[in-house]
């Protein structure tokens, strides 16, 4: 999220994003606010404030009236030589109270909190291979961990998750055998990676939803309605070792202890199960779009992994309305809706409604260009939710003309990975967004990022940082910038995430992260370092020029030509409609002037990198790439438009390049 889970493979958003999990319903009576969160003006005050805590204990697991008790068996502390049941705990079902009660608990004392954690991810995990390998000989102290083991990178677990999925069961990198893999989305490099998928991942998921979802609800305190959801299942594929690998958002789908765990706190879907695995995502858009028609009146909150998804979900919405409107009146289901088992569970809850379509006919004749479609067809809604940040950022204006009023929140941040932190703060709006590291659902370190003398741009993710030795979570400084190393329960010890995060305040002892964006170079030819962050902001930029002609880009990526010389960068546009020739070729301009990267423009005014080409592609053209992605098996909540297509992308770029149909080169720098 960098948004918002193991569910899915989110764009960094909150980054990135994991795969939130939907908005959940509260219980019958709202949580009192907690201490105010703790925003210090420098570092050194950060210091003085939390040094002044007093240590205190992770709190035991409530049992009050309407909680479920904690079994002796959900417990860190595991019976002597038996190490399957130690943290994270599973979370027992309480009240919001509750669970902002813990929070606040934890984050008052994430220094030990974090030692504690890793003690016991350590002790977990002890006849590991990979920390065998490394000589940590059973030691779970801070000081040995960090002199012993390596910062790593994906490529360095590779051969041990191969070795997995082939069907070794010893120890590799958890103590445990692993029985699920997940897989990232693969959308910039076409090949999706096996991540470990661990019952403690699970339970750490479930800790991130309840805690953000006891904040959510105390600022929009929604009742027991249901959740017009956009959620997707996935393809399940077995390993030759017989391992299932599928996407996060599977692996915790089809998990009953997912079920048990937040069946308290979560809106009823207003789709059957049926439609959210349906073989074919068309049908089963289609449905949850008819599904939440069907029960306009009962929807509280509105939902999808990714702003994406809302997005997509939305524009095929004013394709389809009148088809739906027809279904309603009739109470007979489209024929486009084939699945059989789509077809019987939506015929079960389908009935013939002629009232509620021509209110339905009404209100969408009478909206101007879609706008406030949301809270007009579903009035009773409170917000939308989901992975905001990140590549999503470039999906905001499109969802705010949806929403209308309705504000839209930020989910949380983490990857297929693991979790980062909670959105504590809903009312932020998702361009400001912050998370709160909740210090027991791993071990966080940081690495500092310094930008050299002359490297001034505010707005560049370009930069070429200096590196520190990582520091703790709560060495941290307010106003820095880093990159996160997580140690996980799953198996991922000192791994780099490739996320740059700046600190924006403290909740406790606990920092408050914003994310900043992925660190990997998106568009390099020589010595120019581009990320995704700077295409971002170039496509607004000239995007400025589209205004006058009302259009939109509906979607954009990018690519690095290196078979002329010299090499130069393309750019991708689909457009909503079309563009006269003089804007695109002034857009074409805008781009190659946007980006400020002194290796960019020195190389370009000495001519080493050739003039900026924008490509226009024909509509639908992403649509295309979508389908593509979903037929390597992989599901649309996880789905993010790549903002570059590497040559080892084939299909994509094929489809790029016949999908093309006019082309521009800047001459912003001379011909």
Not at 108 to 133: C, F, H, M, P, W
Not at 217 to 246: C, D, H, M, W
Not at 616 to 642: M, N, Y
């Amino acid at each position: 999220m960098s948004q918002a889970a193991p569910v899915a493979n989110p764009p960094r958003a909150a980054p990135r994003p994991l795969l939130p999990i939907p908005p959940p319903s509260p219980p019958a009576t709202g949580p009192p606010r907690p201490p105010a969160r703790v925003e210090p003006q420098s570092s050194a005050s950060a210091s003085a404030s939390r040094s002044h805590n007093r240590p205190l204990l992770p709190p035991p697991l409530p049992s009050a009236a309407g909680a479920r008790s904690a079994d002796p068996s959900d417990r860190a502390a595991a019976a002597p030589g038996d190490k399957s049941n130690m943290l994270p705990i599973k979370m027992p079902i309480c009240s919001c109270e509750e669970t902002i009660h813990e929070f606040e608990l934890l984050t008052r004392d994430a220094g030990r909190v974090q030692k504690d954690t890793l003690k016991k991810i350590l002790e977990l995990n002890a006849d590991a291979e990979y920390l065998k390998k490394f000589g940590l000989n059973g030691r779970t102290d801070v000081e040995s961990y960090k002199s012993c083991i390596p910062l790593c990178v994906h490529s360095d677990l590779e051969p041990y998750i191969h070795r997995i999925a082939d069907g070794d069961s010893s120890p590799l990198l958890t103590g445990k055998p692993v029985t699920s893999l997940s897989l990232s989305s693969g959308t910039t490099q076409g090949k999706p990676k096996f991540l470990p998928f661990t019952d403690e991942l699970l339970e750490t998921t479930l800790q991130i939803f309840q805690t953000s979802y006891a904040f959510r609800n105390r600022e929009y305190p929604i009742g027991r309605g249901k959740a017009l959801q956009f959620i997707y299942g996935s393809k399940q594929v077995v390993t030759k070792g017989g391992i299932l690998a599928t996407t996060a958002t599977t692996n915790l789908y089809r998990r009953a202890r997912y079920k048990e765990g937040m069946k308290d706190i979560q809106s009823q879907c207003c789709s059957p199960d049926e439609v959210v695995f349906g073989p074919d995502f068309n049908q089963s858009l289609y449905c949850h779009l008819l599904c939440g028609l069907i029960y306009s009146d009962e929807v509280h909150q509105v939902f999808s992994p990714f702003a994406h998804s809302l997005v997509h979900a939305f524009q095929t919405f004013e394709e389809v309305w009148e088809d739906l409107c027809a279904d309603i009146r009739g109470g007979v289901l489209s024929e486009k809706v084939t699945v059989p088992s789509i077809r019987e569970a939506v015929t079960k809850i389908l009935k013939p409604n002629p009232e509620l379509a021509d209110l339905i006919y009404k209100k969408c004749t009478g909206l101007s260009n879609w706008y406030d479609v949301i809270p007009a067809l579903w009035p009773n809604a409170k917000y939308v939710y989901g992975i905001m940040t990140g590549s999503m950022e470039p999906y905001l204006k499109k969802l705010r003309h949806y929403a209308g009023h309705l504000p839209l929140i930020s989910a949380d941040y983490g990857a297929s990975e693991g979790w980062v932190g909670a959105n504590i703060n809903p009312t932020l709006p998702p361009e400001q967004v912050t998370y709160a590291v909740l210090p027991q659902t791993g071990y966080f370190e940081f690495i500092c990022l310094e930008k050299p003398e002359g490297e001034e741009a505010e707005n560049s993710a370009s930069i070429h940082y200096i590196e520190s030795e990582p520091v703790g979570l709560t060495e941290v400084e307010v106003g820095k910038i880093y990159e996160v190393v997580i140690t996980t329960f799953g198996g991922l010890y000192r791994y780099r995430l490739g996320d740059i995060v700046k600190v924006a305040g403290f909740h406790n002892s606990t920092p408050e992260l914003r994310f900043i964006c992925r660190r990997s170079l998106v568009l390099s030819i020589n010595i120019d370092k581009n990320t995704e962050k700077d295409l971002q902001l170039a496509v607004e930029e000239a995007a400025k020029l589209l205004d006058a002609e009302k259009l939109e880009i509906v979607d954009f990526t990018s690519f690095v030509e290196k078979s002329s010389d010299p090499g130069r960068y393309v750019i991708f546009w689909e457009l909503s409609s079309d563009a006269s020739e003089d804007v695109l070729r002034s857009c074409a301009n805008c781009l190659d002037l946007a980006f400020v990267d002194a290796g960019y423009t020195g190389s370009r005014k000495i001519r080493a990198i050739g003039p900026l080409e924008l490509r226009i592609l024909k509509k639908g053209t992403f649509k295309e790439i979508l389908d593509h992605f979903l037929s390597l098996g992989g599901a649309v909540s996880q789905f993010k438009a790549p903002r570059f297509v590497s040559p080892l992308n084939v299909k994509v770029l094929q489809i790029l390049s016949r999908n093309t149909t006019r082309s521009y080169f800047s001459t912003a720098y001379g011909l």
